[in-house]
Structure formats: structure tokens, C-alpha cells
């Protein structure tokens, strides 16, 4: 009797023991990040590093200075190192889907983080909603000028997110455009996200349509920055309407001195938050908290959490990015 009490509980301890060792303690997480072109990346990372590391994961990062095949074999590196989940921000929306191939064939989950990966069957995907970013980008210009010439400056073509700014912000042009309120005279996709695309699209902006230009939406601020450029070398500067997105530091002191008239804040401090909880969950086997909605990506509908950003203009700098903490008063008055 005392025999088989003590081989129950030996199986008893060694089933545990198998089922437990399915779930490390500290789970590997990886981190891809495509470069950091931005200062916003950096808080990214900050983020989404301060959050798993408080839960208690082993953190795999790299960053891939904007090469999609570097990106792939870091992303192949992470896997045969033993990561559970891949946390990706793609340079490529298509390439990249090499990743979630690889990822896959060790069943190992992969979040889409800022950018979708396109063509594949993506685990997740948590993202800033780009398509309300642009339409609060259209609906502030217009609310200072309902009736005008518009002009878009796209982001990179090879992202995702440069056509749902598209969307959101034809969603709120195109009726006006119907009953003639709004022309929009220009509208073309960036080669990348960078302060010389936006400056090489606003001279053409500039060369062709300068009289009776109401205002320019950029992508994001480091096109903005360039768009300031032309505008300067027009004798524009601070004359068009001109917003974008990040709420970087150098664009809320353009805000400030009349330069820029909005950007949007996105809410990385949440986005990074809701990620990381994400990948701890499906890292250690755990039932899923998040709500999740769907995004198309061509192949599948990928559960997605989408979180609104907010308007940043000059009325309004010390209750958004200050009162967040994105930027404080000490820098922006420098």
C-alpha cells in the first residue's frame, strides 16, 4: 500500500513536472525593431523593454537599420535562441512575411507592432489605428479652413500605414472634394518616412501648386520638417497649414513658434503596455485578456488591438504630450 502511494505521487510529481517545464519561468521574448530613424522608436523600445522586464521575460533585441533581410535573420537568430514570441516592427510590409513562415514552422507566435505584415498568417497585431490618426490630421486643418487646396504627402509605400492615413484622411476630404468645398491638389505615397522625402515632395508641391495652397498633411513629422524646408525657400513658412504625426520634440517647438500647425500624438505608453501583456500571455499558455478586433492583411483576419491617438496643436501642448510625459516643458522652451 505504502509502495503505491509513493508511485502515485512520484507520477503525480513527474506529470507536473513535464506540464510545468512547458512554461518557463522567464519566457524568451523577442524584440525587432526596423531602425531608430525616429526619436519615437527609442520610447518604443523603452517601453515595451521597461514592461517585460517588470512580468519577467528574457528580452532578445535587435534592430535592423531598415534592411528587411538583416531583419529575417535576426528574426531566425531569436527563434533557434528559443524565443516564444516575436514582437515585430517590419521595414517591408510583404518581405516580412518571411518572418512569420519561420516563426511558424517553430511554433513560435509573432505580434505585428506599429506596422502590419501583409500576405501571411500573422498571429497578432497592435498598432496606433492609422486610419482615425488620419482623420483627426483632416479634421483639424479643416476645422481652421473648411474650404481650400489640399495637398498629401504620403508616407513610405512600402508600409501599411501609409495607406490607411490615406483612407481616414480621404474619408473626411472626399465629401467636401464631392460638392467642391476642397480640391486636393496633390497626393502621392513617399519613398520612405524621412525629413528629404518630405522636402523633395513639398518642392514639387511648391513648383506646381503654391498659389491658393491652403495646406499639406504629411505622414509624419520628419516629413514635416522637410515641408518646413520648402516652404521657408518659398517664403511660406508659417504661412500653409501643415500637420503630421509622432509628436517629435523638433515639431512641437515648431508648433510652438507658428511653424506647424497640429501633429498627433500617438499613445505609445499604451500600445507598448497592451503589446507586452500580449506576449506575456501567449508566452506562458495564459488565457488572452485582450479585446481584440480584426484587420485584413490579404490573407487573413488578424486579431488586432487598435488604440485612438489625440490632436497636438499650440493651445494645447502642455495637456497632451507634456501631461503624458512625451515631452517635457523644460525641453520645448529651450
Known amino acids: 500500500m505504502k509502495t503505491n502511494t509513493y508511485s502515485l505521487l512520484f507520477l503525480f510529481l513527474m506529470t507536473f513536472s513535464i506540464f510545468t517545464g512547458c512554461q518557463p519561468k522567464h519566457p524568451k ?3 525587432l525593431i526596423h531602425s531608430y530613424e525616429n526619436e519615437r522608436w527609442i520610447k518604443d523600445k523603452d517601453y515595451l523593454v521597461e ?15 531598415n534592411d528587411q533581410q538583416k531583419q529575417i535573420e535576426q528574426a531566425q537568430k531569436m527563434i533557434n535562441n528559443g524565443a516564444k514570441v516575436l514582437i515585430v516592427i517590419p521595414i517591408d510590409q510583404d518581405e516580412a512575411a518571411k518572418i512569420v513562415e519561420l516563426a511558424h514552422e517553430k511554433d513560435v507566435k509573432v505580434i505585428a507592432y506599429d506596422r502590419l505584415i501583409n500576405g501571411c498568417p500573422l498571429d497578432y497585431y497592435v498598432s496606433t489605428n492609422s486610419v482615425i490618426t488620419g482623420e483627426i490630421q483632416a479634421k483639424y486643418l479643416l476645422s481652421l479652413q473648411p474650404k481650400g487646396n489640399y495637398a498629401l504627402i504620403g508616407g513610405s509605400s512600402i508600409d501599411n500605414n501609409s495607406l490607411r492615413l490615406f483612407l481616414g484622411q480621404m474619408n473626411v476630404f472626399q465629401p467636401l472634394m464631392e460638392i ?8 502621392e505615397f513617399g519613398e520612405e518616412w524621412s525629413k528629404e522625402d518630405g522636402y ?33 525657400e518659398a517664403g511660406l513658412e508659417g504661412k500653409i497649414l501643415l500637420a503630421g504625426q509622432d509628436a517629435e520634440l523638433e515639431n512641437i517647438i515648431a508648433i510652438k513658434n507658428g511653424l506647424q500647425t497640429c501633429t498627433v500624438l500617438k499613445p505609445l505608453k499604451e500600445t507598448a503596455l497592451a503589446t507586452a501583456e500580449l506576449a506575456w500571455d501567449v508566452a506562458k499558455n495564459k488565457p488572452i485578456k485582450n479585446h481584440f478586433t480584426t484587420e485584413s492583411n490579404g490573407k487573413v483576419l488578424v486579431k488586432s488591438i487598435l488604440i ?12 497632451s504630450v507634456i501631461a503624458s510625459g512625451f515631452h517635457n516643458a523644460a525641453e520645448i522652451n529651450q
Do not use: F, H, P, W
Open 308 to 319: 485612438n491617438a489625440s490632436i497636438v496643436n499650440k493651445d494645447n501642448i502642455e495637456t
Open 200 to 232: 523633395r515632395q513639398a518642392k514639387i508641391i511648391m513648383e506646381r501648386y503654391s498659389e491658393g495652397l491652403t495646406g499639406i498633411i504629411c505622414g509624419n513629422d520628419n516629413q514635416v520638417l522637410g515641408a518646413i524646408m520648402a516652404l521657408k
Open 180 to 187: 467642391g468645398d476642397v480640391k486636393l491638389v496633390y497626393s
Open 51 to 65: 514592461n517585460l522586464t517588470r512580468m519577467g521575460a528574457e528580452i532578445l533585441l535587435e534592430v535592423a537599420d
Open 29 to 31: 521574448i523577442g524584440i
